[in-house]
């Protein structure tokens, strides 16, 4: 088996601050994903990896960076944090893109 | 683009009696239907797939099928546990694609 780690757990920011949340899988899964979870809504699509150094967008990329250094890590950053954000951002990763391993997820707070 | 449409929650019931949370979906592909189950503090995780049409997919006790015609895929489970109160999605994979659609998700909540 193996896991996904997400760091930090809970991740507190001011408006307009540039926030780095971090993904870490050993899986040794090929494609890796950051998802957005709002409340009482389903999970959007941030970006995701196909492999290392590559990205592509998903549907909700404006205002977000990602980078994918290697193959077991891959990094999401919000470019500039807006007012009264919540949102909880879901890293998952798959062997074949359809069968996805989800982190336990940040939790983000925009003051 | 794909949509996954379930039933909105939340949906409490009691322990032993039976459930289905409905989904259906639109595509112009021939995706494989998931559904995946999200307990507190954690992410979601699989509970069963299906790829083929008509076909049954099952996991601890829960069932679905995939309903080609139809253009559904309803979860049910005859007897509902505590154990069971999760947010329970229902997912859409399109080859072409290759991205995963999910529903709002379905908070369930059983009383003992």
């Known amino acids: 088996g193996g896991i996904i780690t997400q760091t930090p757990k809970f991740l507190i920011g001011q408006e307009g601050q540039k926030l780095t949340l971090k993904c870490q899988q050993n899986f040794n899964h090929d494609t890796m994903y950051w998802y957005r979870q709002d409340s009482g809504k389903g999970l959007r699509l941030i970006y995701y990896?196909?492999?290392?150094?590559?990205?592509q967008k998903g549907d909700l990329s404006e205002g977000y960076d990602a980078s994918r250094e290697k193959k077991s890590s891959f990094s999401l950053t919000v470019t500039s944090a807006q007012k009264n954000e919540m949102a909880v951002f879901l890293c998952?990763?798959?062997?074949?893109?359809?069968?996805?391993?989800f982190g336990p997820g940040t939790r983000l707070t925009v003051l | 683009g794909d949509s996954v449409t379930q039933t909105e929650g939340p949906v409490t019931l009691s322990e032993g009696t039976s459930l289905t949370v409905n989904c259906s979906y639109e595509t112009k592909q021939y995706p494989t239907l998931f559904w995946y189950v999200q307990y507190p503090g954690e992410g979601p995780q699989l509970l069963f797939k299906?790829?083929?049409?008509?076909e049954k997919g099952s996991n601890r006790g829960f069932e679905a099928t995939y309903n080609k015609e139809a253009t559904s895929f309803h979860l049910q489970k005859a007897s509902v546990q505590e154990s069971d109160s999760a947010v329970y999605y229902c997912?859409?994979?399109?080859?072409?694609?290759?991205?995963?659609?999910f529903g709002d998700g379905t908070v369930l909540t059983v009383k003992p």
């Open positions: 998952a990763s798959s062997p074949q893109g359809y069968e996805q391993y």
């Open positions: 299906v790829p083929k049409a008509n």
């Open positions: 990896s196909i492999t290392e150094n590559d990205l």
């Open positions: 997912a859409l994979y399109n080859t072409n694609t290759g991205k995963l659609t």
